[in-house]
């Protein structure tokens, strides 16, 4: 069982619990994205158990009828074992996921996966007429070309800051550069794509910039952030008729990504403290 401190973070160790959650949110009139967590297998079958377990997850979602999608990892679904292992999972979800309706967000990891993970982006949201979506990170300097070539594309694409230490040859290193960066880029992409602009962000700043841009040049555009951060803020920007999603995780490896969210931010865990104790 999840301790009550990481389920703020994690919605459960199953898809039920999950589903659950994603019930409560779409009432609240949220959205969400479901990430079954793992990452890094080194070996065919468990990426292929998770491609299986993303398979049944889609199922679930479109028996009933949730306001969900889904969302994965390449590590997590064969790209430590080869590039051919994640371009035939990813196809498999992205294939049986569009015949349902439900649509597919591909994560971004670290810079070396950038290539192949766009690569596959882009054959797969040509054949589903973008029932597809891939993160970007406003963090590597490659950005600003990878957007270029995204823009024409159907589908979607998360802009987020960039959550992997990249080396300083290629990527932004002080917060400030990253922050100027996410603004350049998310410009570049309300002004050159027709939709399906994501902001993958809990910084207010960013989403006032993100409005602002709105009017500006009228690009619909929508809100990602995690479960567990800033749920007021997502529930109030889904009252003011923002399109608003939460990406929630869950699944049994659920102690390393909580772990993750604690150190990246010491008031998370205060925050998980006060829920706790009732405060
Ligand atoms: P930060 O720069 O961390 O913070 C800016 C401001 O936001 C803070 O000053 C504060 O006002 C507010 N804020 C931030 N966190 C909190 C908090 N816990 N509580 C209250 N206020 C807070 N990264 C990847 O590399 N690949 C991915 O595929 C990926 N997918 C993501 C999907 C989603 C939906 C989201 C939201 C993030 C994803 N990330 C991913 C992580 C991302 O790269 C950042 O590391 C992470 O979002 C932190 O950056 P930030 O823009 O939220 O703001």
């Not at 555009?221 to 920007?237: C, D, T």
């Amino acid at each position: 069982m999840i301790p009550p401190i990481a389920s703020n973070f994690v919605a459960g160790e199953g898809p039920a619990e999950a589903l659950d959650h994603v019930r409560e949110l779409n009432e609240g009139g949220v959205s969400a994205i479901l990430n079954l967590l793992g990452e890094h297998y080194e070996e065919r079958p468990p990426a292929d158990e998770d491609a299986d377990a993303y398979i049944d997850l889609v199922d679930d979602i479109h028996e009933a009828g949730l306001d969900a999608c889904v969302s994965v990892k390449p590590s997590q679904i064969g790209l430590d074992v080869s590039d051919h292992a994640f371009e035939e999972n990813v196809a498999r979800i992205v294939d049986h996921a569009a015949e349902k309706g439900v649509f597919v967000w591909i994560d971004m990891e670290d810079h070396t996966t950038t290539d192949v993970t766009l690569d596959a982006y882009e054959r797969l949201t040509r054949e589903t007429d973008g029932m597809v979506g891939v993160c970007i990170q406003a963090n590597l300097k490659r950005t600003g070309d990878d957007l270029e070539r995204l823009a024409p594309l159907p589908g979607k694409v998360r802009l987020v800051k960039g959550a992997y230490d990249e080396p300083k040859e290629i990527a932004y290193k002080q917060k400030s550069e990253v922050d100027r960066a996410y603004k350049e880029y998310l410009e570049l992409m309300f002004r050159e794509f027709e939709g399906g602009v994501a902001v993958g962000s809990h910084d207010p700043k960013m989403i006032e910039f993100a409005e602002e841009l709105y009017d500006e040049y009228g690009t619909d555009f929508e809100i990602q952030m995690l479960m567990g951060v800033r749920e007021n803020a997502q529930f109030e920007l889904a009252a003011q008729e923002y399109e608003v999603w939460q990406y929630v995780p869950y699944g049994s490896k659920w102690f390393s990504y909580f772990y993750r969210r604690v150190r990246e931010r010491k008031e998370n865990a205060l925050f998980a403290l006060r829920a706790v104790v009732g405060n």
